[in-house]
Structure formats: structure tokens, C-alpha cells
């Protein structure tokens, strides 16, 4: 008799992202004359670089003029190649982005896996691991710990870091990567990575696991292309898999990607390839974001993270879900409540300065007087 994964049960009835845009889509359908600023979810605002455009234009010419089918399981070794990581080819995994590989990886581990997750947390992480059945423990990034947590108080066997974290924008040290790795290699246990943001780490901060001594022993690290070239509506990423590291994952996340995927589609490979001789959006982004950081704190806000990451994390001192229908109602601005991001995040909001320029200018004008109106 078929039984469906009780599991399901355990997840939250509604992810945060769905229910901030179906609050949106309620207020714009009683209120279709209102001008929105969404400061929500981590999307792009800027079309891509026309490079990029070109790249896929001359790759689909290729493809009518001679059959080029399934990709290579891992990605083309053209892709691997432009990325200029310091590992073997086949350490190298081109996949369809971050969150599909953190959502899949976790078919690596056994079931009575204990996983440590930051919390907050980018959702991803915690509803995979708990349909997979794994044991979730936490690790608290509060501002008495500046959102950075320490190392499990428990022996666990899997760890998720985030960095620079979503939601909450900080950025972990040298130091503190380095009290993880050792972490990791004191108690057996495993390092996954996820660098979707490294592109937006300012200086003195590592932009990559395998900066840290013995990281290559018991880390996999995860990125992608979305926000750094603008390709949440393409999907790429990658996945780092060493093969000096204490167990053979490489070996097995081979075997898993056969069985998984048929590749990467050629046309967004290329893609990559183009934007990788590109400067990322990075920069200009960052400029935005600091701006934005900048003039909330003038106006008193309590601002965290907006340094090393497009998100800032908002103390509203009140319930999450209120502000957030106080900033929808009064000030026409979504925001993504703190606690969809786990119990550390109540009283938080985040915005999202993905947003282009205009949207971010006009945000700081509606912002003013906001604390004072609604306390």
C-alpha cells in the first residue's frame, strides 16, 4: 500500500516567499492604482549584459546547425575552465543552481544524520534536511553573537554555513571559518558551503571556504551565477566536491548526477562562460546598498548585515508580520518578515537591495518617519 513521507507534515504550511507574494497580489488587487516598491525577495532588476545575450543568440545558431544534445552530467569542461578554481576538472560540478544542489545534496547522508543549520535560516536548508528525515540542531545568530554562530555545543554530523548569510547579510571572518573547519575535522563532520553571495565580500573577508587551512579535508562548497551576473531566469551554479576530502562524496556525487540530471543546458553554459569575462553586477549593487544602509541609520534605524551582502537586517523592536503589513498598508513597500527565516528572526525584517537605483531612492523617501508612525 502506497503511504505518502510523513515528513511533510513537519514543514511549514506556507514558505515565507509565497505568502509575501500573495499579500502583495491581495494589495495590488484592492489597490491597483498603488506604485509598490518591493524590497522582498533577492531578485534581479537589470536586464543582462548584452554579451551575455550575444553568447546565448550564437550558441542557439550553433545548435541549428549541428546536433548538440544532452550535457555532460558534471558541465562542459569549457565552463569549468573559465571559472579558473584551483581544483581538477572533476571536482567541479555545473549544475541549475544553488538551491537545487543544497535541496539534493543531502541524499549524500545517512537518515540518522544530525544537521546543524544557522538560525536564522535561508529555508531551503531546514525543509530539505527535514524530508529527508535528518535531525536538525541550531545554531543562534542573534545580535549578541553579531548574527555569526559559534560552532555546535553537540557533536553533529553535517553543518550548512551561509556565507555571507541570507537572510540576515553578515559575513563570517577568517576566524570564524577557521573555528568551523577545525570544528569539522575535530568531530568527522562535514562542511557544506553555500557562497551564492561571495561576489558582494568586501575586502579582508574570504570569499571562499578553500581559503581556510584544511577546508579541502571536510568542505563542499556551493555557488552560483543569479545574483552576482543576473541569471535567476537561466539557472546556473556550481558545486565544488574535493576529492581530498575524508570520504569518497566526490565518487558519489558523480554517481548521483547521473542519476539526478541529464546537465545543464548547453545554451546557459555558454552563457556563463560569457559572463565570467564580464565584471559582475557586484559592484554597482553594493554602491546601492550601502547608500540605502547609510540613510536608514541616519533616520535611527537598526541596521544590520548591507557590508559584505544586498540585504539588510531590520530590528523592528515589534512583531515581523505586523511591520511588514504596517510597511505594505502605509508605506507601499514589501519587506520579507524576519520569522519565515526561523525563530531568531522575530522582530527582523529584511530588505533586499537587488532593487534598482530609482526603487531604492524612493524607498529611503517613504521610510522617513516610518519608525515614529508606527510605534
Same mark, same amino acid.
Given at each position: 500500500?502506497?503511504?505518502?513521507?510523513?515528513?511533510?507534515?513537519?514543514?511549514?504550511?506556507?514558505? !515565507?516567499?509565497?505568502? !509575501?507574494?500573495?499579500?502583495?497580489?491581495?494589495?495590488?488587487?484592492?489597490?491597483?492604482?498603488?506604485?509598490? $516598491?518591493?524590497? +522582498?525577495? =533577492?531578485? /534581479?532588476?537589470?536586464?543582462?549584459?548584452?554579451?551575455?545575450?550575444? &553568447?546565448?543568440?550564437?550558441?542557439?545558431?550553433?545548435?541549428?546547425?549541428?546536433?548538440? +544534445?544532452?550535457?555532460?552530467?558534471?558541465?562542459?569542461?569549457?565552463?569549468?575552465?573559465?571559472?579558473?578554481?584551483?581544483?581538477?576538472?572533476?571536482?567541479?560540478?555545473?549544475?541549475?543552481?544553488?538551491?537545487?544542489?543544497?535541496?539534493?545534496?543531502?541524499?549524500?547522508?545517512?537518515?540518522?544524520? /544530525?544537521?546543524?543549520?544557522?538560525?536564522?535560516?535561508?529555508?531551503?536548508?531546514?525543509?530539505?534536511?527535514?524530508?529527508?528525515?535528518?535531525?536538525? !540542531?541550531?545554531?543562534?545568530?542573534?545580535?549578541? #553573537?553579531?548574527?555569526?554562530?559559534? *560552532?555546535?555545543?553537540?557533536? !553533529?554530523?553535517?553543518?550548512?554555513?551561509?556565507?555571507?548569510?541570507?537572510?540576515?547579510? @553578515?559575513?563570517?571572518?577568517?576566524?570564524?571559518?577557521?573555528?568551523?573547519?577545525?570544528?569539522?575535522?575535530?568531530?568527522?563532520?562535514?562542511?557544506?558551503?553555500?557562497?551564492?553571495?561571495?561576489?558582494?565580500?568586501?575586502?579582508? /573577508?574570504?570569499?571562499?571556504?578553500?581559503?581556510?587551512? +584544511?577546508?579541502?579535508?571536510?568542505?563542499?562548497? /556551493? =555557488?552560483?551565477?543569479?545574483?552576482?551576473?543576473?541569471?535567476?531566469? $537561466?539557472?546556473?551554479?556550481?558545486?565544488?566536491?574535493?576529492? *581530498?576530502?575524508?570520504?569518497?562524496?566526490?565518487? @558519489? %556525487?558523480?554517481?548521483?548526477?547521473?542519476?539526478? #540530471?541529464?546537465?545543464?543546458?548547453?545554451?546557459?553554459?555558454?552563457?556563463?562562460?560569457?559572463?565570467?569575462? @564580464?565584471?559582475?553586477?557586484?559592484?554597482?549593487?553594493?554602491?546601492?546598498?550601502? &547608500?540605502?544602509?547609510?540613510?536608514?541609520?541616519? @533616520? =535611527? %534605524?537598526?541596521?544590520?548585515?548591507?557590508?559584505?551582502?544586498?540585504?539588510?537586517?531590520?530590528?523592528?523592536? *515589534?512583531?515581523?508580520?505586523?511591520?511588514?503589513?504596517?510597511?505594505?498598508?502605509?508605506?507601499?513597500?514589501?519587506?520579507?518578515?524576519?520569522?519565515?527565516?526561523?525563530?531568531?528572526?522575530?522582530?527582523?525584517?529584511?530588505?533586499?537591495?537587488?532593487?534598482?537605483?530609482?526603487?531604492?531612492?524612493? &524607498? *529611503?523617501?517613504?521610510?522617513?518617519?516610518?519608525?515614529?508612525?508606527?510605534?
Amino acid at each position: 500500500m502506497f503511504t505518502s513521507n510523513p515528513a511533510f507534515t513537519l514543514l511549514k504550511e506556507n514558505y !515565507v516567499f509565497k505568502t !509575501v507574494t500573495q499579500k502583495k497580489a491581495q494589495f495590488l488587487q484592492q489597490h491597483p492604482e498603488s506604485e509598490l $516598491l518591493d524590497l +522582498g525577495i =533577492g531578485d /534581479i532588476t537589470e536586464p543582462l549584459l548584452a554579451e551575455i545575450t550575444q &553568447a546565448i543568440q550564437t550558441a542557439a545558431k550553433e545548435m541549428q546547425q549541428i546536433p548538440i +544534445g544532452y550535457a555532460p552530467y558534471s558541465g562542459y569542461d569549457f565552463l569549468k575552465k573559465a571559472l579558473n578554481f584551483p581544483f581538477d576538472l572533476d571536482e567541479i560540478f555545473i549544475s541549475d543552481g544553488a538551491k537545487s544542489e543544497t535541496a539534493q545534496i543531502q541524499e549524500l547522508f545517512t537518515q540518522n544524520t /544530525i544537521v546543524a543549520l544557522m538560525d536564522p535560516v535561508y529555508p531551503v536548508y531546514l525543509e530539505s534536511n527535514l524530508l529527508s528525515n535528518h535531525r536538525v !540542531v541550531w545554531m543562534p545568530c542573534t545580535k549578541e #553573537n553579531g548574527f555569526i554562530p559559534s *560552532t555546535p555545543e553537540e557533536k !553533529v554530523d553535517v553543518i550548512y554555513l551561509c556565507h555571507p548569510s541570507n537572510p540576515t547579510g @553578515m559575513a563570517f571572518s577568517k576566524e570564524d571559518l577557521q573555528a568551523f573547519v577545525d570544528y569539522a575535522l575535530e568531530n568527522n563532520a562535514l562542511l557544506i558551503v553555500d557562497v551564492a553571495y561571495q561576489s558582494f565580500v568586501q575586502e579582508n /573577508i574570504p570569499k571562499s571556504i578553500y581559503e581556510i587551512e +584544511g577546508a579541502r579535508k571536510c568542505a563542499i562548497e /556551493i =555557488g552560483s551565477f543569479s545574483k552576482s551576473y543576473g541569471f535567476t531566469g $537561466l539557472r546556473l551554479g556550481y558545486t565544488i566536491v574535493p576529492k *581530498t576530502l575524508l570520504w569518497p562524496l566526490n565518487a @558519489m %556525487w558523480q554517481k548521483l548526477k547521473t542519476i539526478k #540530471n541529464n546537465g545543464t543546458a548547453y545554451i546557459i553554459q555558454r552563457a556563463g562562460e560569457a559572463a565570467l569575462k @564580464m565584471p559582475s553586477l557586484a559592484k554597482a549593487i553594493m554602491q546601492r546598498t550601502h &547608500a540605502f544602509r547609510n540613510a536608514l541609520m541616519e @533616520m =535611527g %534605524w537598526e541596521v544590520y548585515g548591507g557590508v559584505h551582502s544586498p540585504y539588510l537586517w531590520i530590528d523592528t523592536k *515589534t512583531d515581523d508580520w505586523e511591520f511588514f503589513d504596517f510597511l505594505l498598508k502605509e508605506r507601499q513597500i514589501i519587506s520579507t518578515p524576519g520569522s519565515g527565516f526561523g525563530k531568531n528572526g522575530k522582530e527582523f525584517v529584511r530588505f533586499s537591495c537587488f532593487a534598482n537605483k530609482k526603487t531604492l531612492l524612493g &524607498a *529611503t523617501q517613504r521610510l522617513k518617519n516610518a519608525l515614529s508612525c508606527h510605534r
